[in-house]
T-cell receptor, first 116, second 113 residues
Framework: DAGVIQSPRHEVTEMGQEVTLRCKPI?????LFWYRQTMMRGLELLIY????????DSGMPEDRFSAKMPNASFSTLKIQPSEPRDSAVYFC??????????????FGSGTRLTVV | AQTVTQSQPEMSVQEAETVTLSCTYD???????LFWYKQPPSRQMILVIR??????QNATENRFSVNFQKAAKSFSLKISDSQLGDTAMYFC??????????FGQGTILTVHP
């Protein structure tokens, strides 16, 4: 098992540009989570999916952020337009079905986003 | 857990010694799970240890153990025989078996030779 795969590992973009972060969860995992990590705010949950359906997007900062999960093996987090305050490390994580969440998440290696 | 608090922003320890990282949480759930994650400089989040709230016995994983005090809503991590590779940020987290985990702010642990 290759684990949770995120791409790109690093992204540098100019303010106003569109940014798309990608995630491939572990096969068979029904839950997918997007977190953002910053020094000031720590790890914040942005959105999570269960069986490809968004369950809770209350952590999405504003309309500039959107997330999709078109199938069980792929999810994207898009920022349009990007701003310098979006600079952070974005993590994707996945987990098994209800009950097995008690075993915690498996995280990807994160995408470090820098908006200049 | 609905809130998770780590009150120690930074800790340090000498190699081979023991260190304890503190965590408190608050939840209205009866059945929940608590975790410690390690984030080394590589930034990969690694699960260190887990505790089921309905189990009174404290979890242990080799040099890592927890002190779970349910009534006090405390969940501390003890690292014995600290090694240089233990240098990392440590996150306490909690949640139910349905849905999201909530994370504390993290504690940066430095192990000195």
């Amino acid at each position: 098992d290759a684990g949770v795969i995120q791409s790109p590992r690093h992204e540098v973009t100019e303010m106003g540009q569109e940014v798309t972060l990608r995630c491939k969860p572990i096969s068979g995992h029904d839950y997918l989570f997007w977190y953002r990590q910053t020094m000031m705010r720590g790890l914040e949950l942005l959105i999570y999916f269960n069986n490809n359906v968004p369950i809770d997007d209350s952590g999405m900062p504003e309309d500039r952020f959107s997330a999709k999960m078109p199938n069980a093996s792929f999810s994207t987090l898009k920022i349009q337009p990007s701003e310098p305050r979006d600079s952070a490390v974005y993590f994707c994580a996945s987990s098994l079905n209800p009950g097995a969440l008690s075993y915690g998440y498996t995280f990807g290696s994160g995408t470090r986003l820098t908006v200049v | 857990a609905q809130t998770v608090t780590q009150s120690q922003p930074e800790m340090s320890v000498q190699e081979a010694e023991t260190v304890t990282l503190s965590c408190t949480y608050d939840t209205s759930e009866n059945n929940y799970y608590l975790f410690w994650y390690k984030q080394p400089p590589s930034r990969q989040m690694i699960l260190v240890i887990r505790q089921e709230a309905y189990k009174q016995q404290n979890a242990t994983e080799n040099r890592f153990s927890v002190n779970f005090q349910k009534a006090a809503k405390s969940f501390s991590l003890k690292i014995s025989d600290s090694q240089l590779g233990d240098t990392a940020m440590y996150f306490c987290s909690g949640g139910t078996s349905y849905g999201k985990l909530t994370f504390g702010q993290g504690t940066i642990l430095t192990v000195h030779p």
